[in-house]
T-cell receptor, first 115, second 115 residues
Framework: DQQVKQNSPSLSVQEGRISILNCDYTNSMFDYFLWYKKYPAEGPTFLISISSIKDKNEDGRFTVFLNKSAKHLSLHIVPSQPGDSAVYFCAASARSGGGADGLTFGKGTHLIIQP | DTAVSQTPKYLVTQMGNDKSIKCEQNLGHDTMYWYKQDSKKFLKIMFSYNNKELIINETVPNRFSPKSPDKAHLNLHINSLELGDSAVYFC????WGGGSGNTIYFGEGSWLTVV
């Protein structure tokens, strides 16, 4: 029962272009969403987040969009750089969990930036 | 100056053995977690502790026993290891409310291989 789905296992984008990573969720109780980036042999590192009261959050080259009615969020990276090549995990949580309920993760999308 | 550190990073052991993975965080957080990434790459929460108190215990065999001697440490003991326990185990920490606004920070992971 996957509550957070990332349907693209991998994505290849040319350097300088826009990378768009997608994520869908099924649990309507989720109200906080995060993107984590993971390099091989390292732990996931926090990238950007968005609360359900917003539909967009921007941080430098990274923008996350949230469409609550569609239960869909996306991460835009522009322009894409070689160092962006990594696995990107979408994650979600429900605040009603009390705080220590942790995160529910998607399976990840491997982003490959081509020179 | 690692924020969340876990040891060992790599562990190969035989079936039936008992092993421990240690985790320490120097971020002053009050909540710590153990996540497991299995062969299908799903990253799932196993346990969470807040101020040394167990908050979440997902459906995990009771061969897995977390121990939190203080807020900065959460160790994972695994008894009678089985082949299916082979995975990457990530320790993480946050302030109370992790996943609800407080970022969860991950360690680099411990690669456990049971042979």
């Amino acid at each position: 029962d996957q509550q957070v789905k990332q349907n693209s296992p991998s994505l290849s984008v040319q350097e300088g272009r826009i990378s768009i990573l997608n994520c869908d969720y099924t649990n309507s109780m989720f109200d906080y969403f995060l993107w984590y980036k993971k390099y091989p042999a390292e732990g996931p590192t926090f990238l950007i987040s968005i609360s359900s009261i917003k539909d967009k959050n921007e941080d430098g080259r990274f923008t996350v969009f949230l469409n609550k009615s569609a239960k869909h969020l996306s991460l835009h990276i522009v322009p894409s750089q070689p160092g962006d090549s990594a696995v990107y995990f979408c994650a979600a949580s429900a605040r009603s969990g009390g705080g220590a309920d942790g995160l529910t993760f998607g399976k990840g999308t491997h982003l490959i930036i081509q020179p | 100056d690692t924020a969340v550190s876990q040891t060992p990073k790599y562990l190969v052991t035989q079936m039936g053995n008992d092993k421990s993975i240690k985790c320490e965080q120097n971020l002053g957080h009050d909540t710590m977690y153990w996540y497991k990434q299995d062969s299908k790459k799903f990253l799932k929460i196993m346990f969470s502790y807040n101020n040394k108190e167990l908050i979440i215990n997902e459906t995990v065999p009771n061969r897995f026993s977390p121990k939190s001697p203080d807020k900065a440490h959460l160790n994972l003991h695994i008894n009678s290891l089985e082949l299916g326990d082979s995975a990457v185990y990530f320790c993480a920490s946050s302030q109370w409310g992790g996943g609800s606004g407080n970022t969860i920070y991950f360690g680099e992971g411990s690669w456990l291989t049971v042979v």
